[in-house]
């Protein structure tokens, strides 16, 4: 079981620049890989990045790549999402996720409960 918490959201203008992090408790946080999801309002959930066990693989959506770094410090269970050059359409409840291998980052077995963004223009 792993329980995981996000922290770092709040309101932004356009074009500036957050850090969310994601700390897990729990037994194993370095035997999963880590995902970040958003959900906008009205909107399905939708994927944004993962990364790999050790942290050295990552995945990033098109929506966001470039933009968008996700990256874990696996001695302090936490995983990050850096999100610069914010847009209006990045605003959304981010949440982080725990799965049992990057191959399954888009079906994730736990979730973090959610930090809002909002990105004002």
């Known amino acids: 079981q792993v329980q995981l918490v996000e922290s770092g959201g709040g309101l932004v203008q356009a074009g500036g620049s957050l850090r969310l992090s994601c700390a897990a408790s729990?037994?194993?946080?370095?035997?999963?890989?880590m995902a970040w999801f958003r959900q906008a309002p009205g909107k399905e959930r939708e994927f944004v990045a993962a990364?790999?066990?050790?942290?050295?693989?990552?995945n990033t959506a098109p929506s966001v790549k470039g933009r968008f770094t996700t990256s874990r410090n696996n001695a302090k269970n936490t995983v990050y999402l850096q999100m610069n050059s914010l847009e209006p359409e990045d605003t959304a409840v981010y949440y982080c996720?725990?799965?049992?291998?990057?191959?399954?980052?888009?079906?994730?077995?736990?979730w973090g409960q959610g930090t809002q963004v909002t990105v004002s223009s």
């Open positions: 996720a725990a799965a049992r291998g990057l191959a399954r980052a888009t079906t994730p077995d736990y």
């Open positions: 990364i790999s066990l050790g942290g050295g693989t990552t």
């Open positions: 729990g037994r194993g946080f370095s035997s999963y890989a």
